[in-house]
């Protein structure tokens, strides 16, 4: 079982910057793929970024160029700098843990409790 603890989250004015933090509580936290995902009121799970094992990351093409995916394996911890938000950006932010985690939310076995960002216009 992996427990993911995200943290970071906020009130911010569009244009400003956040970063979230998700710890994970056990290892090997290197052979997942990490991601995050967010989900804005009535609406659904929309992916957002994914890092590898390897390092490799994808992100959701409403966030490219603008946030950016990382993880620190000796700390079990995987970020997600977000900059230039935008209002459109507000919804519960979760991270998830999947051996084989894509863009898809299924791919994912662990998620976490999730955290709100909020962007004002």
């Known amino acids: 079982q992996v427990q993911l603890v995200e943290s970071g989250g906020g009130l911010v004015q569009a244009g400003g910057s956040l970063r979230l933090s998700c710890a994970a509580s056990?290892?090997?936290?290197?052979?997942?793929?990490m991601g995050w995902f967010r989900q804005a009121p009535g609406g659904g799970r929309e992916f957002v970024a994914r890092?590898?094992?390897?390092?490799?990351?994808d992100y959701g093409d409403s966030v490219k160029g603008r946030f950016t995916i990382s993880r620190d394996s000796t700390k079990s911890t995987v970020d997600l700098q977000m900059n230039s938000l935008k209002p459109e950006d507000t919804a519960t932010y979760y991270c998830a843990a999947g051996f084989l985690g894509s863009s898809v939310s299924s791919s994912y076995e662990y998620w976490g409790q999730g955290t709100q960002v909020t962007v004002s216009s």
């Open positions: 890092i590898t094992w390897s390092g490799r990351t």
């Open positions: 056990r290892r090997p936290f290197s052979s997942y793929t």
